[in-house]
C-alpha cells in the first residue's frame, strides 16, 4: 500500500468522525428548546445584516438627502420613524446591525484567543511561567473593564479597530482562569501520561489534548463573551467613544440622547436600537448556555 | 428465626435495565454469606436494595424480610429507624464516602445522634469504644479523612457501620482497594466483630478466593441471578456451574503447575443488564452450552449437599463433560 | 557460557522527592539494580508505597534519577528531548486503568495513532493501526476505528491501550497494573496476550503488580519490594515457592489459599521518608518480633545493619541476615 493511500485513508477517517461528530452534535442542540430559539434569533439578524446593502443600501446613513422630516413619529412610510436628521429609522437599525454584530464577534474572538492561549500555557507549564502570568490576569480581572476600555479608547484613534481592541484587551481574564482550570484537570488525567509515554512533548499534549478538551468551555465562552461585546460596543458608542463615522445601535442611542430624545419622549428612536442589542446579547446567551450543556456531559463520560 | 430472608427481589433501574431479576437469599444471625459477581452482575444494586437506598424512579419487586418484617413495605420513618440500627452498609470506595470536611469522629457519631437520642459525651465515648473495637486508637478520631491510610480509612467506615448495633452488616467490596497485606487484616477484623457480636455478615466481591476463604456460605451471581450457592469452600474449590469454575480458574493458585503461563479466563464481557442474552445469559460465553441454552431459561436446581446450580448440566442423569474452563490461549 | 546482556537495567539507581513543607525528603527508589533481559517477562511485586510504579516510571524516562543510571541496549539513558523520544519508540507503558489512559474525545483509531503521528511515520497510518489492532486481540479492526472509548467495555479499552503500545513496535512493555481495574473473567484473556506478544513478537516485559497471583501466571522472574529497596528476586518457581525473605513469606501466607498459618503483619509500611535505620523492614518483621532472630543470633544485625543493594541479574538472591545464615547452616 502506497503512503498516499494511507494518508487519503486516514483523511477520510478524519472527515468521517468530523461528521459523525457534528450530526451528534446538532441531536443534542436540537432537543434544547432554548437553544434553538437563539439560534433561529441569531440567524436572523446574521441574514439580515448579510443582505443590509441589498435592502437598505449605504445610503440610508446619509444626511444630506435625507428622506423625511426630523424626528418624525413611526407612520406607514417610516415604520419607526425618522431620527434627528429625517433618516429612516428602520433602515438605521438594519444598518447599523452590520457594526455592531461585527464588532461584538471580532472583540469576542480577540478576548477568547487571548484567554485560551494565556490559560492553556500557564496551566500547561505551571512553574514561575504561569504565576506571573496569572498575577497579571489577576490585575487584569479586578480592573473595572468599562474603565479601562474608555481609557484605551480615548488615548487611541477612534476607529473600529480600537473599539475591538479595546473589548478584547480588557475581557480575557475570565476566559483565562476558567481555561487554567480546566487545563490542569486535563492533564491530571492518565492519558496526559500516556501521551508523554510514547513521545508526546509539549506541543503535542497541548494541542491534541489538551485544547479538544478546552474547547466546549471556549466555545460557550465565546458566545457568552460576543453577547457582553455587543454590549461593551454600545457602551462604548453610547459614551461617544465609537467611531462616529459608522452607524451602529450603540451611536444610534447616542445621537438619541444628544438629540435630545429622551426628554422629548421620542421613544422610537431609544427603543428599537436598545431592543435589537437586547435581543442579539440574549440569542447568543441562549446558544452559549445550550452549546455549554450539550458538550459538557460529553466530556466526562465515566462508565 | 432467619436475621434476613430475600424472596424474589427484582431491582430495574429506569431506562429499563433489569439489574436484578429474581433473587432468594437467606442468612442467620452469626453466618456469613458471600455473594461473588463481576462487574453488571447487580450485586452492588442487590446492597442497595436491601435498605431501599436505589435512586427514586427504581422499581423494586419481591420481599426483604429482616428478622420478619419486609423492608420494601415499611413506612418511611420505620425505614430510617431500621437503617443502621437494623442493618448496616459498609460501602464501596469508601475512601470516597467520608465528608473531607468533618473529623472522623464526627461522622462515626452522626448515626448514633441521629438514631438513638443520645447526648453528644456519650456519642463521644461510644465513639472512642468503637474506634478501639477495630483497632484504631480513640484519638484518632479527631483526624481528617485525608490524614488517614487506605486501610485506616477502611476501618472507620466499619467502626460507622457498627455504631448503632445493627445485627446485619452488609460489606460491598471492603478490601478491593487494598493492598494484600491490609486486606487481611481487614479481614480478620471483620471475622473477629462478627463472631464476637453474633451479626449476620454479607460479604461482596469479585474476588472469590477472599470470599471462600471468610464466609461461611457463597452466592454466585451472574447478569442479575444467582446461578450457583452453596457452602463456600465447596463453591469455590469445585464450582458446578461453568461460569463458576471460570472465575475460581482465574485466580491461580501459587504452586500449582498447571497455571503457570496458563491464564484462564472467558472470552466476551460480562453482560450489559440493559441489554441481556436469551435463554441462559451465560450461554454466549459457556464452554459447554448447549442449543437449549440458547433458548431456555435455567433455575437454580438441587444438587445435593446443600448446593444449588442454575446450568442444565446440574442435576440430570448426564454428567458434565469434565473439562476445564476455556483456556484462553487457543482461542482468538 | 556467557548470558546475553539485558534489554533494560537500572544501575544503583536513586529517586528522591523532596519534602513538602520541611519534611525530610522521601526516597521513593532507594538503592535499585534491576536487569530484564530480551524475551523476558519480569513481576515487580510490593505493596503501595513501595516505590514499585517510580522505579517503573524512572526506567521509562518519565521521571530522571536523582542518583544511577538506566541503561537500554547497552547503552545509558540521554535525557534531552529528542534522545528520550526516541527511547520511546523502544519501550512503552500500559497503565492501570483503561478509561482513564484514553482521551475520551479521540476515537480509537485517534488512540491508536497518536504514537504514529508523534514519530512522524512516513508509511500507512491506517494498515499500521488495523495491524496493532488484530495483534491486540480487536478482530476485525475496521470496526472498531470510530469508535468511542466510552462505547468499549474494559477489557476492549485496555486491548486498545495495548494497541497503542505495540503500533512503535516496541522492544519491552511496562505495564503498570495491566489488569487491576479489570473483571476476573476478563483478565485471563489479557494476560494471555502478553503472553501471546512475548512469543510472537518476542517482546519483553516489566509488569508492575501487587498481585502475586498475576506472577505465577505470567512472569519468568520475580522482584519483592519493600520501601525503596528490592529484597528478594530470582525466578517465579523459586521465590513464590520457596521464599526466603519474612516479607515475602508473610504475602504469600495471607493469600487466601495459602497453606499452613497467614502472617499478617500489623501495622502500615511506613513511608519513604522515615526509613528505619538497619534492615528496613526489622519494625514490622515476624522473625524478629518472634524472637527467632534473636535465636540466630542476628538480631541486632537486623536493627542496626542496612542490607547491601542487591544485584541485577537472575540469580536468585535475597537481602535478609536471618535468610542468610539460614542457608550457611
Not at chain 2, 456469613?32 to 453488571?40: D, F, Q
Not at chain 2, 479481614?187 to 474476588?207: K, T
Not at chain 2, 472465575?247 to 441489554?275: E, N, Y
Request: charged share 20%; with cysteine.
Amino acid at each position: 500500500m502506497t503512503t498516499e493511500a494511507g494518508t487519503a485513508g486516514s483523511r477520510a477517517l478524519a472527515r468521517q468522525r468530523r461528521r459523525r461528530s457534528a450530526v451528534r452534535f446538532w441531536r443534542a442542540y436540537r432537543t434544547h428548546g432554548a437553544g434553538l430559539l437563539g439560534l433561529g434569533a441569531l440567524a436572523l439578524f446574521t441574514l439580515v445584516a448579510l443582505t443590509a446593502p441589498l435592502t437598505v443600501g449605504s445610503d440610508v446613513a446619509g444626511v444630506t438627502d435625507a428622506p423625511g422630516r426630523p424626528l418624525q413619529a413611526p407612520s406607514g412610510e417610516f415604520p419607526l420613524g425618522t431620527d434627528q436628521f429625517g433618516r429612516n429609522l428602520l433602515g438605521l437599525v438594519v444598518w447599523g446591525s452590520r457594526v455592531s454584530l461585527l464588532v461584538g464577534l471580532l472583540a469576542a474572538v480577540l478576548s477568547v484567543a487571548i484567554g485560551a492561549v494565556v490559560g492553556i500555557t500557564a496551566g500547561h507549564f505551571k512553574g514561575a511561567y504561569a504565576t506571573v502570568l496569572m498575577r497579571i490576569t489577576d490585575w487584569f480581572l479586578v480592573m473595572p473593564t468599562l474603565v479601562l476600555a474608555i481609557a484605551l479608547a480615548t488615548v487611541m484613534s477612534r476607529s473600529l479597530g480600537t473599539v475591538v481592541l479595546a473589548i478584547g484587551v480588557t475581557s480575557w481574564p475570565t476566559t483565562a482562569r476558567l481555561v487554567r482550570a480546566q487545563t490542569l484537570t486535563v492533564e491530571s488525567r492518565p492519558y496526559i501520561e500516556r501521551a508523554k509515554a510514547l513521545g508526546g512533548g509539549h506541543w503535542h499534549v497541548m494541542t491534541r489534548h489538551v485544547l479538544p478538551n478546552v474547547t466546549p468551555l471556549i466555545l460557550a465562552q465565546t458566545t457568552l463573551m460576543i453577547s457582553s461585546s455587543v454590549l461593551a460596543e454600545a457602551t462604548l458608542a453610547f459614551l461617544g467613544l465609537g467611531d462616529p463615522t459608522v452607524i451602529s445601535w450603540g451611536g444610534l442611542l447616542q445621537d438619541a440622547r444628544e438629540a435630545g430624545a429622551v426628554s422629548a419622549g421620542d421613544w422610537w428612536y431609544l427603543v428599537p436600537p436598545g431592543i435589537a442589542i437586547a435581543l442579539v446579547a440574549l440569542a447568543f446567551t441562549l446558544c452559549g448556555r445550550a452549546v455549554e450543556s450539550v458538550l459538557n456531559p460529553r466530556l466526562e463520560v465515566a462508565r | 428465626m432467619t436475621l434476613l430472608e430475600v424472596r424474589d427481589l427484582t431491582v430495574t433501574y429506569p431506562g429499563g435495565a433489569a439489574a436484578v431479576r429474581g433473587v432468594d437469599l437467606s442468612l442467620e444471625a452469626g453466618r456469613k454469606l458471600g455473594v461473588a459477581g463481576e462487574s453488571g452482575c447487580g450485586k452492588s444494586t442487590l446492597a442497595l436494595a436491601l435498605l431501599r437506598l436505589l435512586p427514586a424512579g427504581t422499581e423494586v419487586g419481591g420481599e426483604v424480610l429482616l428478622d420478619g418484617e419486609d423492608v420494601l413495605a415499611m413506612r418511611w420513618g420505620r425505614v430510617r429507624a431500621v437503617r443502621w440500627a437494623g442493618a448496616s452498609i459498609v460501602f464501596q470506595g469508601a475512601m470516597h464516602s467520608l465528608n473531607p470536611v468533618h473529623r472522623v469522629g464526627d461522622q462515626i457519631a452522626e448515626p448514633i445522634l441521629l438514631h438513638g437520642g443520645a447526648t453528644p459525651a456519650a456519642a463521644r465515648t461510644r465513639t472512642g469504644e468503637l474506634l478501639e473495637q477495630v483497632g484504631l486508637p480513640a484519638l484518632r478520631g479527631r483526624a481528617y479523612p485525608h490524614e488517614l491510610s487506605g486501610g485506616q480509612r477502611q476501618r472507620v467506615m466499619i467502626a460507622m457501620a457498627l455504631a448503632c448495633d445493627p445485627r446485619l452488616v452488609i460489606a460491598d467490596e471492603p478490601t478491593t482497594a487494598l493492598d494484600v497485606m491490609i486486606q487481611a487484616q481487614i479481614l480478620r477484623l471483620i471475622e473477629r466483630l462478627v463472631s464476637e457480636q453474633e451479626l449476620g455478615l454479607i460479604m461482596i466481591s469479585h474476588d472469590l478466593a477472599v470470599l471462600a476463604d471468610t464466609c461461611d456460605r457463597l452466592a454466585l451471581m451472574y447478569a442479575g441471578r444467582v446461578i450457583e450457592e452453596g457452602p463456600a469452600r465447596a463453591v469455590y474449590e469445585n464450582a458446578l456451574h461453568p461460569y463458576g469454575r471460570s472465575l475460581s480458574a482465574a485466580f491461580p493458585r501459587i504452586g500449582d503447575p498447571a497455571s503457570r503461563f496458563a491464564p484462564r479466563g472467558l472470552a466476551g464481557d460480562p453482560p450489559d443488564p440493559s441489554d441481556l442474552p436469551s435463554g441462559c445469559t451465560f450461554h454466549p460465553r459457556c464452554p459447554q452450552a448447549l442449543d437449549v441454552c440458547a433458548t431456555q431459561e435455567q433455575t437454580l436446581r438441587e444438587s445435593g449437599q446443600g448446593r444449588r446450580a442454575a446450568c442444565v448440566h446440574v442435576g440430570s442423569s448426564v454428567p458434565p463433560p469434565a473439562g476445564p474452563a476455556q483456556d484462553v490461549r487457543s482461542s482468538t | 557460557m556467557t548470558t546475553p546482556p539485558p534489554l533494560l537495567s537500572a544501575r544503583g539507581l536513586h529517586v528522591t522527592f523532596p519534602g513538602r513543607h520541611g519534611s525530610p525528603p522521601a526516597r521513593a527508589v532507594d538503592g535499585v539494580e534491576l536487569d530484564i533481559g530480551t524475551g523476558e517477562i519480569v513481576a515487580l511485586v510490593g505493596e503501595s508505597g513501595c516505590g514499585k510504579t517510580t522505579l517503573a516510571r524512572s526506567l521509562l524516562g518519565l521521571v530522571p534519577p536523582t542518583s544511577g543510571s538506566v541503561h537500554f541496549a547497552g547503552k545509558p539513558l540521554a535525557y534531552s528531548s529528542r534522545a528520550l523520544k526516541a527511547y520511546r519508540k523502544r519501550v512503552q507503558l500500559v497503565l492501570q486503568d483503561p478509561s482513564g489512559s484514553l482521551n475520551p474525545r479521540h476515537t480509537v483509531y485517534d488512540a491508536v495513532a497518536e504514537g504514529l503521528r508523534i514519530h512522524r511515520h512516513g508509511g500507512d497510518e491506517p494498515a499500521a493501526v488495523a495491524e496493532a489492532l488484530s495483534r491486540a486481540g480487536l478482530r476485525p479492526p475496521e470496526r472498531f476505528f470510530l469508535r468511542y472509548p466510552h462505547e468499549l467495555s474494559g477489557g476492549q479499552r485496555q486491548r486498545v491501550v495495548i494497541a497503542g503500545a505495540l503500533v512503535l513496535q516496541p522492544e519491552l512493555i511496562v505495564a503498570d497494573e495491566p489488569v487491576a481495574s479489570l473483571d476476573a473473567s476478563v483478565r485471563g484473556e489479557i494476560l494471555a496476550l502478553l503472553l501471546r506478544l512475548r512469543t510472537e513478537l518476542g517482546l519483553s516485559a516489566l509488569v508492575v503488580t501487587h498481585d502475586l497471583g498475576l506472577a505465577w501466571n505470567v512472569a519468568d522472574r520475580v522482584a519483592v519490594m519493600y520501601l525503596g529497596r528490592i529484597v528478594e528476586t530470582g525466578t517465579v518457581e523459586q521465590v513464590l515457592t520457596a521464599p526466603r525473605h519474612p516479607y515475602t513469606q508473610a504475602l504469600l501466607s495471607v493469600l487466601p489459599e495459602a497453606p499452613g498459618e497467614p502472617v499478617v503483619l500489623t501495622g502500615e509500611p511506613p513511608d519513604p521518608s522515615r526509613i528505619p535505620s538497619g534492615c528496613r523492614f526489622h519494625a514490622r518483621c515476624q522473625v524478629l518480633a518472634s524472637g527467632e532472630a534473636e535465636r540466630a543470633g542476628i538480631a541486632e544485625r537486623c536493627r542496626t545493619q542496612d542490607l547491601e543493594v542487591l544485584r541485577g541479574g537472575d540469580e536468585t538472591q535475597v537481602a535478609c541476615h536471618w535468610a542468610r545464615t539460614r542457608v550457611s547452616t
